[in-house]
């Protein structure tokens, strides 16, 4: 039952669950990416004892089965503590978990759900350096051969912007067994053990001085036939669950941080001295609104998917809602904390509102990219939502 005084009762658990539990001064001692990882893994595994981690999860699993209102009630809490956000363990939780939830084997399950939550860590190989927007013209390929006795798949050819897949034991992989009939119809899904001969992981840097993402080289990599999801060349019917878990809950979770950081940009103005400063105040107010409707546009999101109701096109407006505000939320604070905050050594791991503005502004745009960049989103936005007629291909500007 999600009456008020069941949320608040859980409200007031989290909290004191929080007041007890929640790593204080985590950013100050991530001082470099391996001190990250470690932090990043602790508070993993502290959420997951505490029954925090995978709220969303089906009940039969420890601190899952909450409805949306109390998962809404639980992000909130750990925004308002400023807890760290999972960003090692978000694709085991999310795309890993929904792909497995959705479409997986029993035994795949059986094997694969324990360890995640035991901290076993996943990237997304989907991603090619000329296969991005254009997801399904990718081009590593996948041959099933008999190796040593053993039926496999021998994989070659490189992945772009995996999300800590340095850090990753597994991997959710799309790969080409077929070139006949259309693009998509010979993509396979497999699941790669990064430990396997022939994987090369190196990180890429970042305009911030993160390393939050890698290029990945495969060169004839064995994958066992077994660790396929869905049948061979219907992977990208699979990869869209993956997919829509990024779409969905994610995106909540954000713009509740974003949220929650607006504090820091009220400390800023005050800092300034501008609590009076109709200006400024005026330029608060509107971009608080908009971070409010982002919150509200992701509930509504949510909701009417859980009813079955989602829309083409909706998940495209929660995204594109979010990437606008988060650029120029962050903006606001570069400009509002002056040439000092300008000048301020950028390095941050892996969040979006630390309250660094520089690092949270260059990596602002990070947004406009992952998930579908904003041209993308709007591409659908217009073109399926609004039936307003595709553009005209070969177009040169
Ligand atoms: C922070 C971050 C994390 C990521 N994590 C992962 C990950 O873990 N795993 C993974 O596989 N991938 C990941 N990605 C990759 C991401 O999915 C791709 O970057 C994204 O899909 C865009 O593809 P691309 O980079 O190849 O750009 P391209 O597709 O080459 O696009 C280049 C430019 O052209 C525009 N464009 C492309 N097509 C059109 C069109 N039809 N109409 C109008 N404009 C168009 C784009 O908007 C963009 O501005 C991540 C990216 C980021 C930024």
């Known amino acids: 039952m999600d009456d008020t005084a069941s949320l608040e009762t859980l409200r007031a658990d989290v909290r004191a669950w929080l007041a007890a539990n929640a790593p204080h001064g985590w950013r100050e001692a991530e001082q470099t990416h391996a001190e990250f990882a470690a932090s990043q893994k602790a508070w993993f595994l502290k959420l997951v004892e505490g029954g925090f981690a995978i709220p969303h999860w089906p009940a039969e699993w420890p601190g899952g089965g909450r409805s949306l209102a109390e998962q809404k009630v639980i992000y909130e809490e750990l925004a308002r503590a400023d807890t760290p956000r999972l960003l090692l363990s978000f694709v085991s939780t999310y795309h890993a978990a929904s792909t497995f939830f959705e479409c997986a084997t029993p035994e795949q399950k059986a094997h694969y759900l324990p360890r995640i939550l035991q901290g076993e860590i996943w990237c997304q190989g989907f991603s090619e350096p000329n296969a991005g927007s254009d997801l399904a013209a990718l081009k590593t390929r996948a041959v099933r051969e008999v190796r040593d006795g053993r039926e496999v798949y021998v994989v070659s050819g490189q992945k ?195 309250g660094n503005w520089m690092a949270d502004y260059m990596n602002s745009y990070a947004w406009t990219i992952a998930g579908g960049s904003d041209e993308v989103q709007r591409n659908i936005i217009a073109e399926r939502m609004l039936e307003m007629g595709r553009e005209p291909k070969n177009w040169v500007l």
């Open 160 to 354: 772009i912007w995996s999300t800590m897949a340095q850090y990753a034991d597994q991997c959710l992989l799309l790969v080409r067994t077929s070139s006949e009939g259309a693009k998509q119809a010979g993509i396979t899904f497999l699941l790669m053990d990064m430990k396997s001969k022939g994987v090369d992981v190196r990180p890429i840097n970042q305009i911030q001085g993160d390393q939050e993402y890698c290029e990945m080289f495969l060169d004839e990599v064995e994958v066992p036939v077994e660790n396929r999801v869905g049948e061979e060349g219907k992977g990208w019917a699979v990869a869209q669950a993956t997919l829509s878990s990024e779409r969905g809950l994610t995106l909540m979770e954000l713009a509740y941080r974003m949220r929650g950081a607006g504090g820091r940009i009220a400390e800023l103005i005050r800092k300034a001295g501008k609590e009076n400063d109709p200006g400024t105040l005026a330029e608060f107010g509107a971009i608080m609104t908009r971070v409010e409707s982002a919150c509200a546009i992701a509930d509504r999101f949510i909701e009417n998917r859980l009813k079955g109701e989602e829309r083409v096109g909706d998940a495209s407006i929660v995204k594109l809602t979010y990437s606008r505000v988060l650029q120029d939320f962050a903006l606001l604070g570069l400009r509002l904390g002056g040439l000092d905050e300008q000048v301020r050594a950028p390095i941050v791991f892996g969040d979006l509102n630390t």
